[in-house]
T-cell receptor, first 113, second 114 residues
Framework: KAGVTQTPRYLIKTRGQQVTLSCSPI?????VSWYQQTPGQGLQFLFE???????NKGNFPGRFSGRQFSNSRSEMNVSTLELGDSALYLC????????????FGPGTRLLVL | AQSVTQPDIHITVSEGASLELRCNYS??????LFWYVQSPGQGLQLLLK??????LVQGIKGFEAEFKRSQSSFNLRKPSVHWSDAAEYFC????????????FGAGTILRVKS
């Protein structure tokens, strides 16, 4: 079956702009989590959505937001982009809980100029 | 709070040699522990996971890990490394009360020399 897909794969934005990233989970998966990966901070949890509700949130400013649709597809939005937001953004999907395997997508690489 | 330490940033091993990647965690309750691998330009792939039961866990690609509660460790091992194992390896910890949130270590880059 198809894996987790993320679009776009690459993105270049300028400071102050906003960006929306999309994640399509594996069919049947209801949980989608988002992570930011940077060389300096490593992999950091942004938030998790389950059945259209935010179930968990990491320690990121309010400029980072997300949502999940009824088909489990998820989007994350970053407003007022800063240079430090340049990162690989990974999304992961699973059936429901942490006991089930989380499958990661290939990521969206965002460059903020 | 959860935390994970991977003390080795880089490790180089010869092809065919054995491998051990170290991971120490901090977690107040019973941890759920994971090892993921990331190849350049790719997402993360789960190698193995530990929730409970047998403390020696077998994973994909010939990897295994041993949970040692007394040492708060979950080290990854492979008896014979192949050149295709060159990648970055991440240890992660989670728990029932955190949903699917995982806390990752900084990663260990494995280089394999022929």
């Amino acid at each position: 079956k198809a894996g987790v897909t993320q679009t776009p794969r690459y993105l270049i934005k300028t400071r102050g702009q906003q960006v929306t990233l999309s994640c399509s989970p594996i069919s049947g998966h209801r949980s989608v989590s988002w992570y930011q990966q940077t060389p300096g901070q490593g992999l950091q949890f942004l938030f998790e959505y389950f059945s259209e509700t935010q179930r968990n949130k990491g320690n990121f400013p309010g400029r980072f937001s997300g949502r999940q649709f009824s088909n489990s597809r998820s989007e994350m939005n970053v407003s007022t982009l800063e240079l430090g937001d340049s990162a690989l953004y990974l999304c992961a999907s699973s059936l429901r809980d942490v006991e089930e395997t989380q499958y990661f997508g290939p990521g969206t690489r965002l460059l903020v100029l | 709070a959860q935390s994970v330490t991977q003390p080795d940033i880089h490790i180089t091993v010869s092809e065919g040699a054995s491998l051990e990647l170290r991971c120490n965690y901090s977690y107040g309750a019973t941890p759920y522990l994971f090892w993921y691998v990331q190849s350049p330009g790719q997402g993360l792939q789960l190698l193995l996971k530990y929730f409970s039961g047998d403390t020696l866990v077998q994973g994909i690609k010939g990897f295994e890990a041993e949970f040692k509660r007394s040492q708060s460790s979950f080290n990854l091992r492979k008896p014979s490394v192949h050149w295709s194992d060159a990648a970055e390896y991440f240890c992660a910890v989670g728990g029932m009360e955190y949903g699917n949130k995982l806390v990752f270590g900084a990663g260990t880059i494995l280089r394999v020399k022929s």
